[in-house]
């Protein structure tokens, strides 16, 4: 759980689907409804009044941008999270470990970043199951979902909802 008033740094999908859109909008049960869909690099950070957004935006602008897709799904069952696995995830976690040396603090609860895009987020375990195959029928015809990593946004978590507070392109 990421502590109130923190910040996030994401990779939103270029094109997202209106079948996963619409899938993440019922099952997604937790504040990051209100992001869009995403692999997360780096969670939590410090409060925005203390972030190097310069510093921020040179590294993005040493990124180069780069295709991936989703297909496969897995879960974090002890949190009822499903997600769908970006290929390559490798790129997702150079990017990750890279962000967490230009801001160490706060450490991240993960020792190991599992890089997902979630599809539906606090749901008992029992359910996950049918969740999972609900996903994978209503996605089918946009399966591998292509996308394009071309930047990284800051987003700030408030009083319980993500806003958006400044994309940084990637090269």
């Avoid at 997600?83 to 020792?111: G, I």
């Avoid at 609900?134 to 946009?142: G, S």
């Amino acid at each position: 759980m990421v502590p109130a008033d923190k910040c996030a740094l994401i990779v939103p999908l270029d094109v997202e689907p209106q079948s996963l859109a619409a899938f993440r909008a019922r099952h997604i049960l937790t504040p990051a409804v209100s992001l869009p869909a995403h692999v997360t690099l780096r969670v939590p950070l410090p409060p925005l009044h203390l972030l190097d957004t310069e510093g921020l935006s040179d590294w993005a602008g040493r990124v180069r941008g780069f295709d991936f897709e989703l297909s496969a799904t897995e879960r974090f069952e002890g949190a009822g999270v499903i997600y769908l696995v970006p290929d390559p995830a490798q790129r997702f976690r150079e990017l990750a470990l890279e962000l967490t040396a230009l801001y160490p603090d706060p450490p991240s609860p993960f020792s190991e970043p599992v890089m997902h895009v979630t599809a539906a987020e606090g749901h008992p375990v029992d359910q996950l199951s049918r969740i999972e195959r609900e996903l994978l029928v209503e996605v089918a015809a946009d399966l591998p979902i292509r996308a394009r990593a071309e930047e990284v946004r800051l987003y700030e978590k408030s009083e319980g909802t993500w806003y958006l507070r400044q994309r940084y392109p990637f090269a």
